[in-house]
Structures are given as structure tokens and as C-alpha cells.
């Protein structure tokens, strides 16, 4: 059972993954973050979300790749740079693993739905928005519009 006084800085940290997702975080960066060390905070974090920190960060990384294929005309190796993965054997392997399809089955199958998608070449020009909703920071505050994926669909 992880101590309430630990939740915050539990959060600092999980909030630093929610943010800069595409950065190459390890268990050291994170664990600094909520000032504990990585094997406390690998404990504590297991047992106050349910996930190892890394496993929550492959997560985050996967559902934000999901949006990027769904929504903007990306290769997958496009995408899979943009959410932080360096090698697209792994990122290809986790995403089927976790949504149970290969990313190109689940681009194509979203592509056939006929919805509008964001040129690449937007993207690239103007970034993406961390997480629908956010600034950047982590902060709930109106995200600019045009400023990425979240702001364009």
C-alpha cells in the first residue's frame, strides 16, 4: 500500500509521461521527477496505478499513436518517431500487443471509415498537441486551434 503523503509526487511523475511522451523518458527521469528513487518509486507507482512506470509510458505512447493513425496521413514509421518509439519492430510488436491489430491494419481500417485526415505535412510544420485539452505543460487550458490533431479533427 503506497503512503498518501507519496501520491503527489506519484502524480508529478506521471504527469511528466503524460507530457512529454514522445521524449526519450527512462525509470531515472521519472523517478527524479517525483524525487524518489527508481526502485521506491517503481514500487510505489506499481501499486498506485496498477502499471510499472515504463508500461504506463508504452501505454500513453501506443493510445497517442492510435490517434495520430487514425487522424492524420502518416506512414507508420512517421508516427512511430513522433510518439517516442526508435525502432519500429517495437513499437509495431506493443501496438499489436495492446490493441491486437498491427498499425497499418488499424490505420487502413480507419482509412476506409472515409474520415478526414491531417496532412503529414501540417503536422510536421506546426508539432502536435501533447494530449487534446492541454498546453504543453500538463495544464487544462484551451488548446490553440490548428495547433495539431486535437485542435484539427
Not at 500487443?97 to 496532412?119: F, K, S
Request: aromatic residues 10%; glycine residues 8%.
Amino acid at each position: 500500500m503506497t503512503a498518501p503523503a507519496v501520491v503527489p509526487q506519484l502524480r508529478r511523475a506521471r504527469d511528466l509521461a503524460d507530457r512529454r511522451y514522445a521524449e526519450p523518458l527512462d525509470l531515472d527521469a521519472l523517478a527524479a521527477e517525483a524525487c524518489m528513487s527508481k526502485y521506491h518509486f517503481a514500487r510505489s507507482f506499481a501499486d498506485t496505478y496498477g502499471d510499472t512506470p515504463m508500461r504506463y509510458l508504452t501505454r500513453r505512447r501506443i493510445e497517442r499513436a492510435q490517434d495520430l493513425l487514425r487522424a492524420a496521413n502518416l506512414t507508420v514509421t512517421e508516427v512511430c518517431m513522433m510518439v517516442g518509439f526508435s525502432s519500429l519492430g517495437s513499437f509495431s510488436s506493443r501496438f499489436r500487443d495492446l490493441v491486437g491489430e498491427t498499425p497499418t491494419q488499424y490505420r487502413d481500417r480507419w482509412a476506409a471509415t472515409g474520415g478526414p485526415r491531417i496532412p503529414g505535412c501540417f503536422l510536421f510544420m506546426r508539432g502536435v498537441d501533447p494530449w487534446p485539452g492541454t498546453d504543453g505543460r500538463g495544464d487544462a487550458r484551451e488548446a490553440t486551434a490548428g495547433a495539431g490533431v486535437a485542435a484539427a479533427v
